[in-house]
């Protein structure tokens, strides 16, 4: 599992690694039962302060995407995938809203709106095959 911390990007680095570590449950990389990697681990691996990560992996307990096991560290709960690609899809909806109002606002016309989102559809699919 691999993360990428942009500290620059405006987002808190907590709020980065709780969406990575959810969309690589979402994506089936981490899968339900793995063990995340332990706080001071994640922290040396990302240079990051380890009080950053343990606000994450508390996020994501509260959330049910992780769960502690006993003597043993976190580790992914079972339904966490059918959660996680639910967050994602509402995540990716208002990041779709947000561009399409903007689209509007800048005086876009529906049809031409509706040629730029078909274009991108297409050029999504064509990437992904």
Do not use: W
């Not at 339900?32 to 990560?53: D, M, Y």
């Not at 992914?76 to 909806?93: F, W, Y």
């Amino acid at each position: 599992m691999q993360f990428s911390i942009e500290p620059n990007n405006g987002m808190p680095i907590y709020e980065q690694l709780v969406r990575q570590i959810k969309f690589a449950v979402a994506e089936g990389v981490v899968v339900p039962g793995q063990l995340v990697p332990s706080v001071r681990e994640l922290a040396r691996q990302l240079t990051i302060n380890p009080n950053t990560v343990q606000r994450a992996y508390q996020q994501l307990q509260s959330e049910e995407i992780l769960e502690s096991l006993r003597g043993r560290g976190l580790a992914v709960c079972i339904g966490a995938k059918r959660r996680c690609i639910s967050d994602r899809q509402s995540l990716l909806a208002e990041r779709l809203t947000e561009v399409v109002g903007e689209a509007v606002r800048s005086g876009l016309d529906h049809d031409r709106l509706r040629e730029l989102i078909e274009k991108a559809i297409k050029q999504a699919i064509r990437s992904g095959e």
